[in-house]
């Protein structure tokens, strides 16, 4: 029990240092409640990261004190910037689009610096693959996997496990190869989330992050 009492209070205290909750996400996006749940069943913003569906009975020397069955869902804080972007937006076509220019934008900015490899590039560049994350982006996905689920991180985390994942296949790296191995795991500790200590053993962080450094 006591296991379970600490695992709960860990979980919220990191959805509340890294995530908003609806009212939260709501007012600093200074937009109304009705046009918010607009905005969520036109899948025009991405579904909340988590959802916590709870009820809780606290007895003491005053007595009961009961909450009934609740649910709380908590956002990626980058929403909050991408409701600002695409609220005077008309239609899922041209949501799409501005995700797509943000998400080439800062693929060319990286390409620059020397973080994309060829072979990767070339699929990461195609409609359909750029389409396939626009849907986990909108499922709420990279909210939960990125550090606050903004475009830019998405494709800075894709970017640095497609290098990662090619160069961890290879037996012996080669001094330049390592460098290129550490600048993608540092990037991707940049791009990625901490994750909710439940979920952190099995993350992208705890395999291609802390393994590798260690």
């Given amino acids: 029990m006591e296991n379970t009492i600490e695992e709960i209070v860990a979980l919220g205290k990191y959805l509340q240092s890294n995530f908003l909750s609806q009212a939260q996400l709501i007012e600093q996006s200074n ?19 988590y959802l916590l569906d709870f ?31 695409i609220r005077a ?15 080439l934008r800062e693929y060319e900015a990286l390409k620059i610096q020397g973080y994309v490899r060829n072979d990767a590039g070339k699929n990461m560049m195609l409609d359909s693959y750029i389409n396939e994350q626009f849907h986990y982006f909108i499922a709420g996905t ?6 606050t689920g903004r475009v830019t991180e998405i494709v800075r985390k894709e970017v640095a496990m497609h290098t990662i994942q090619y160069l961890s296949g290879i037996g012996k790296l080669t001094e330049g190869e390592m460098i290129t191995l550490q600048r993608a795991i540092d990037l991707l500790d940049e791009a990625s989330a901490y994750f909710a200590p439940h979920e952190y053993a099995a993350s992208s962080r705890a395999k291609y992050i802390d393994a590798l450094r260690s």
């Fill in 55 to 85: 009820s809780l009975s606290c007895h003491s020397y005053f007595g009961e004190h009961t909450v009934p069955n609740t649910q709380c869902t908590y956002y990626a804080q980058g929403c909050v910037q991408w409701i600002t972007d």
């Fill in 31 to 49: 937009i109304s409640e009705t046009a918010f749940d607009k905005l969520l069943e036109q899948g025009a913003v991405p579904k909340p990261s």
């Fill in 142 to 147: 990279y909210g939960l996997c990125t550090r």
């Fill in 89 to 103: 937006l008309s239609n899922e076509q041209t949501i799409y689009a501005h995700f797509k220019v943000c998400f």
